[in-house]
């Protein structure tokens, strides 16, 4: 009963430095998602994949870049870390289909420094 | 754009109903949900109710819907200290084709023993 995994659970970045978010879902979910949430705040969608080979931009995307090779893969990129980017991130998937659940990772906390 | 709304903070006594409130302005939402994210922990879903609904109980949680003034709200009935988490009301629009669940801030619910 995996679920949605993510990884790293913590890091700290360099500011410039880069680092990949992994996650990975074994339900078989064509939707998946990336959200960041900042202290006090909602969760902001970042970038989104409603199939393999196909990703849309979120509300807030400037700074990361995702790619979607599998169904059960979504990384999201980070090329040159800014502070503003410390965040706890969640990784998210779902079917698709109305009404469905959607599951989320227990979430990667990373600070830029 | 879509802007869902909830007050920051809740504080109830262990054995007290707590009601938490969310206001959302999209009006073609179809389905509207409470998430609940326990500390250091991703979003669980705890309940959704399709927007032609008014209402919906489920065990100790009851989901009341008013569509005309987009209100909703979360009641738990003897709240209990393992109830204290954040409450997360969330809104999409999937007739339309936009997946992407919209987040509120989130409700910190505190129970007091």
């Known amino acids: 009963n995996a679920g949605v995994t993510q990884t790293p659970k913590f890091r700290i970045l360099k500011i410039g430095q880069s680092m990949t978010l992994q996650c990975t879902q074994d339900?078989?979910?064509?939707?998946m998602y990336w959200y960041r949430q900042d202290p006090g705040m909602g969760l902001k969608l970042i970038y989104y994949?409603?199939?393999?080979?196909?990703?849309d931009k979120g509300e807030v995307p400037n700074g990361y870049n995702v790619s979607r090779s599998t169904t059960e893969d979504f990384p999201l990129r980070l090329e040159l870390a800014a502070p503003s980017q410390t965040s706890v991130y969640f990784c998210?998937?779902?079917?698709?289909?109305?009404?469905?659940?959607?599951?989320f990772g227990q979430g990667t906390r990373l600070t830029v420094v | 754009g879509e802007d869902v709304e909830q007050s920051l903070f809740l504080s109830v006594r262990e054995g007290d109903s707590s009601v938490i409130n969310c206001t959302y302005t999209?009006?073609?939402?179809?389905?509207l949900y409470w998430y609940k994210q326990e500390p250091g922990a991703g979003l669980q879903l705890l309940t959704y109710?399709?927007?032609?609904?008014d209402m919906k109980q489920d065990q100790r949680l009851t989901v009341l819907l008013n569509k005309k003034d987009k209100h909703l709200s979360l009641r738990i009935a003897d709240t209990q200290t393992g109830d204290s988490a954040i409450y997360f009301c969330?809104?999409?629009?999937?007739?339309?084709?936009?997946?992407?669940?919209?987040f509120g801030k989130g409700t910190r619910l505190s129970v007091i023993a």
């Open positions: 998210a998937s779902s079917s698709g289909r109305q009404n469905t659940e959607a599951f």
């Open positions: 999209d009006s073609s939402s179809t389905y």
């Open positions: 339900m078989n979910h064509n939707y």
């Open positions: 109710i399709f927007s032609n609904m």
């Open positions: 969330a809104e999409s629009d999937r007739d339309s084709g936009k997946t992407p669940l919209v």
């Open positions: 994949s409603v199939g393999a080979g196909i990703t």
